[in-house]
């Protein structure tokens, strides 16, 4: 079943938005936020907000959850799915990344040993903020745990900055969907949803090009204010 309900939700999100509105409850809020966070391009808005809005709402299944716990489950749900990135890019990824540093293609490429540790090292130096704010941003939010893996971050460091990011993102999704429960009937839930969705794209984006621009300057505008 949960197959199933995953397909609904990458290629038939409003199916799945029903059936999830139908049948909410923590349990899969857990599951389902597990597998949004991992690498399975799963949209963390079918769920986090219909829930808050069941909970806020009190009716359906989501008459007994409570928009706190809403929060604390997805963000529990996401940690899960973020050390399964986490280990899988260290346990695999990373042997995979030194094999093609040592190898002559890699060398070819300009990559050795040397620069991927340089890079590890960076990584676990500058790694806190990224994860915190690899979270909020689209497309980055379930891939962030992936370089964090490769570089060895600090399991605590990668933990508390995950569970931070995490916890930003859920209550902002669990606002939206307390928001919509005191404007909307549960009939245009799913239309409002992907509508206000796209707004915290764009936010997420804007934030994305505003780190971006923060990396060039420091690795450009500080050398050039020396010369």
Known sequence: MILDMINLAIFDASTFFQWFVDNANYLFV???MVIESSFVPFPSEVVVPPAAYLACTHSGTGADMNIVVVVLIATLGAMVGA???YYLALWVGRPVVYRFADSRFGHACLIDRAKVE????????????????????????????????LSRMNVGTFALFTFLGALVWNA???LLGYWLS??????MLFQKVEEYNRYLTWMGYGLALVCVLIILW???????DKA
Do not use: W
């Open 30 to 32: 857990f599951l389902f």
């Open 83 to 85: 050390f399964i990135n």
């Open 118 to 149: 340089r890079a590890e090292a960076y990584f676990d130096k500058h790694g806190a903020i990224s994860t915190f704010i690899g979270r909020l941003i689209p497309a980055i939010r379930q891939l962030i745990s992936i370089p964090a893996g």
């Open 172 to 174: 902002v999704l669990a």
């Open 182 to 187: 005191t404007a909307v009937p549960i009939d």
């Open 218 to 224: 420091n690795a450009f505008g500080k050398k050039h």
